[in-house]
């Protein structure tokens, strides 16, 4: 087994043992690290790999429901009009059954908009409206073991949601009749009016059930009259009343939300009639980030916004929890509580719910300037005898936790990660699980549909690893680079990229606590920068990699301590001056004063060559050297390979993060190579002579990264290593944009475990223009370079830059190992400030295997 292979095993080990540290952020006391009273994600599964088509298929898990037993999901896929069945009797392993394309039910154009599951038996939703104006729908009743369809109900509108009682007498429906958003201005009113349908699960078979309808207005259906109770509410638009979300209590109250009218209805089920009536209110928010300016910036307000709320669920059969996503006129950005015999509010989120998402890198700022995070989904549940919120942030992809023990004052407990767009949060307690189900699927940028399964009675929470105060954000994200503090063993910084204006973090890596950013300015004003590496000088102030749009724009940049720009230094252009763009991508410096050097890589091979350039800067003469680096074969699939960051190693050698652009599921290099650069270097000219680096595999991340259960992160981007000796490395979240915007942020263990590092006394000497074999792991090994790769090389013999050959074999990822051979679990035991990388000790063999399932998988990759 090879020294490599054991490492990446211990690091598994090490985050599964993982021990101590704190417990996660609160905005009010938070349940006790040691009651098993935390959520962990136990798998992920992309719907596509349910639907005939596969990976090709435009598919969406939205609402979803599970069946007695709890061991059969069962999902909506409006997209491609079907609902879709999976097997969870391994919630690891979630297993697709396939689908039932809802053109055996009645039509094509048929769409599931709700599911919900009865005995043997699973309601289906269906939407059949030819059109806004002449809406309709119905109810199928479909066997859940041969999926045959039993019964059909007519509804007299376009439905929406469906909810069953405790003691499943009835069924209420909300009949939206969604308005046209392209008609006049969108706005309300637009007849027909919605109502509710109440659906009577009475007699000995589905024939015998009976249907009601409750309208919620009078007049006509063309011409729709307020009623008494919605106007004395103060309802925006009574007479249009447009009901999204129903929610039943033990005593058989239905509550439905008026999203667009920004009103709660209650009904009572056994008569029919509405008991109450009673506006959402507005709120007014302060410190907030209200621009879509490209930055994170809480300090904007604003006024009597609207709640709006969509999703709505009752606590205790007294009070109701809204999930105010907004609609046209509103959005409050939080969850409220409301008193449902008073129809006040006696609790509301405030800017806590948005400063959770500033906090855990998870805010989508692109949406700032219209509704932020935008809370839409919402359930409540008992497990174990605490009632739970969950609050699912349909644009920062995530679910809140809350303790309602005491409904008057939530405590949040965590934050469950998800993919993008959740919809759909369907507790399953008589198992100790939790399904969040999120419809976003974009295929083009690796953006998939996906069922998350997550399990109750974990330690610790698993979320985030990475975050700052809640209280008193630090918002960040699109971490593109990690650096040391020279002057703080146990601190680091972060630099992102132009997702953002540029900012330069300080983070208590022990603590995974975001503590300060740095605003990168240029003559006054924010910096226009696309910083992708980061190096602190021995000398004050940092390094940094600026990628630009075109060769010209590639820039190592010299920044003060304060953060102002002092120096630009463009790379050479007739050496990458056929660049479009993938050029640098990190910077490590290391020396003081006249000693001073620069190392860079560039991402992505130049055209017209088959390596990668790695170059150094010598500060005090102004000259460029240039080595040679070869990725990976990336395989015929249209993915690539590239590097991602570099760093400096204690003993002089060098350590870089390789990676391929797949995301997910179909992720395979996400790795740490190891090389020294040898003593002779090519020159600066386009057409000389380049000395090659013979690499070396240190550690496969790719299991770190799959650690959690989520969807793979694509962009391994930053790795350092601190002043405390130990190796830290971080995942880009592309700024909630087009990706989940997790950020993946882990201890890899000492330095000395993840590295083959050289006797302190035979630390890389001085470069130099003389020949010189390159370090090896073999006492045999070849020179690095011929003599025609030194700068005494004549460029006029050859058209294309002299390089030395690579190694002949790829280093091979690792290996599985037993747990002791790799990093000590109390170094990996704490990443993040509000979470601990913490699995139960069961998933140490899984972890394992996984590991070496990885090997078999590469070696075939690399060979």
């Known amino acids: 087994m090879k020294r490599t292979a054991k490492k990446s095993a211990g690091i598994i080990a090490a985050l599964a043992l993982g021990a101590g540290g704190l417990a996660p952020l609160t905005l009010a006391a938070a349940a006790s690290a040691d009651t098993g009273s935390y959520f962990e994600r136990t798998a992920t599964y992309p719907v596509y790999l349910n639907h005939p088509e596969g990976a090709a298929a435009q598919t969406a898990a939205e609402i979803s429901t599970v069946s007695e037993d709890g061991k059969t999901l069962i999902y909506t896929d409006a ?30 154009e048929d769409e ?59 069924a209420a429906i909300a009949i939206e009749n969604e308005r046209d958003e392209d008609a006049g201005d969108g706005g309300l009113p637009q007849a027909p009016a919605g109502s509710v349908a109440i659906l009577d699960l009475l007699g000995e078979s589905p ?71 009673f506006s959402a209110g507005s709120v007014d928010l302060d410190g907030i980030d209200t621009e879509d300016d490209g930055k994170l910036d809480p300090t904007g307000s604003l006024q009597d ?115 993008n767009g959740p919809e759909g949060i369907l507790p399953i307690p008589g198992r100790d699980l939790l399904a969040v189900s999120s419809e976003t699927d974009e295929a083009e940028n690796g953006v998939r549909s996906a069922l998350t399964l997550f399990s109750f009675g974990a ?87 600026n990628e630009g749009a075109d060769a010209a724009g590639n820039a190592l940049v010299r920044i003060d301590a304060d953060g102002a720009v002092a120096q630009r230094v463009q790379l050479p252009q007739e050496v990458i001056g056929q660049l479009k763009g993938q050029g640098l991508e990190g910077v490590t410096a290391y020396g003081s004063g006249d000693a001073e050097q620069v190392v860079f890589t560039l991402q992505r091979e130049v055209p017209g060559e088959d390596f990668v350039r790695i170059g150094r800067y010598t500060t005090a003469t102004e000259e460029f050297a240039w080595f040679g680096y070869t990725l990976q074969d990336a395989g015929d699939d249209g993915s690539w390979n590239g590097l991602s960051e570099i760093t400096r190693l204690s003993d002089g050698s060098y350590a870089v993060i390789e990676r391929d652009k797949r995301i997910g599921e179909d992720a395979q290099l996400k790795a740490i190579y190891q090389f020294e650069l040898p003593e002779t270097s090519g020159t600066g ?57 997790e950020t993946v942020f882990a201890n ?80 990996l035991a704490q990443t993040g400030f509000s979470a601990l990388w913490f699995l139960p000790l069961g998933l140490i063999v899984a972890g394992l295997g996984v590991a070496a399932a990885l090997k078999a998988r590469s070696s075939v990759r690399q060979h």
């Open 79 to 108: 997209l491609s009009r079907r609902i879709g069945f999976v097997d969870i009797s391994d919630a690891s392993k979630p297993t697709g059954l396939g689908t039932l394309p809802l053109h055996q039910l009645g039509s094509a």
């Open 112 to 170: 599931p908009t709700s599911v919900a599951a009865y005995g043997e038996y699973v309601l289906v939703v269906v939407n059949t409206s030819q059109s806004y104006t002449a809406p309709s729908g119905r109810v199928d009743l479909v066997r859940i073991a041969d999926r045959t369809l039993v019964h059909s109900i007519d509804l007299t509108g376009q439905p929406d949601s469906i909810a069953l009682s405790a003691d499943g007498a009835y």
């Open 207 to 277: 024939d015998q059930w009976n249907l009601r309808e409750v309208p919620l207005t009078g007049g006509t259906k063309d011409e729709p009259v307020a009623l008494d109770q919605l106007v004395q509410a103060g309802l925006d638009t009574p007479q249009d009343p447009e009901p999204e979300y129903v929610t039943i209590n033990s005593q058989n109250q239905v509550a439905v939300t008026l999203q667009e009218n920004n009103g709660i209805v209650l009904i009572d089920l056994p008569t029919g009639e509405i008991t109450s009536a």
């Open 305 to 419: 916004v609207p709640r709006e709320p969509d999703a709505i669920g009752w606590i205790q059969d007294r009070y109701l929890a809204t999930a105010n996503e907004g609609d046209w006129k509103g959005g409050s950005r939080g969850f409220t509580i409301f008193d449902s015999q008073t129809g006040k509010p006696v609790w509301d989120a405030g800017n806590s719910f948005e400063n959770l998402a500033l906090s855990q890198g998870l805010f989508p700022e692109a949406r700032a300037g219209k509704k932020g995070t935008e809370p839409e989904g919402l359930a409540v549940h008992e497990y174990h005898g605490v009632e739970y919120a969950f609050v699912a942030s349909e644009r920062g992809n995530f679910v809140a936790v809350y303790d309602l023990s005491d409904p008057l004052a939530p405590k949040y407990v965590q934050t469950l990660p998800t993919t």
């Open 459 to 545: 330690a610790q929470a698993q979320f985030p690893q990475l975050s700052s105060d809640p209280s008193n954000p630090v918002p960040f994200g699109a971490l593109s680079g990690l650096s040391a503090d020279l002057e703080n063993p146990g601190r680091i910084f972060a630099v992102s990229d132009n997702a953002y204006e540029p900012l330069i973090y300080t983070i208590d890596a022990e603590q995974g606590l975001v503590e300060d950013s740095l605003p990168v300015t240029e003559d006054g004003a924010p910096a226009d920068l696309d910083l992708e590496g980061l190096s602190a000088r021995e000398d004050g102030g940092f390094w940094a990699a």
């Open 685 to 741: 000219s386009a057409d000389g002579p380049v000395t090659m680096v013979e690499k070396k595999l240190a550690v496969d991340v790719l299991p770190v990264l799959e650690q959690t259960n989520g969807r793979t992160q694509e962009k391994l981007e930053g790795l350092t290593v601190a002043g405390n000796g130990q190796v830290y490395v971080v995942t880009d979240n592309d700024a909630v944009k087009d990706a989940s915007g």
């Open 748 to 827: 890899l263990g000492a330095e000395a475990e993840v590295f083959e590092l050289a006797p302190a006394a035979s630390a890389t000497p001085t470069p130099s223009l003389e020949p010189s074999a390159s370090p090896s792991d073999e006492a045999s090994a070849e020179p690095s370079a011929t003599p025609s790769a030194t700068a005494s090389a004549d460029p006029s013999e050859s058209d294309a830059p002299t390089q030395a050959p690579a190694e002949s074999e790829p280093a091979d990822p690792p290996q599985s190992q037993s747990p002791e051979a790799g990093a000590d679990p109390d170094d």
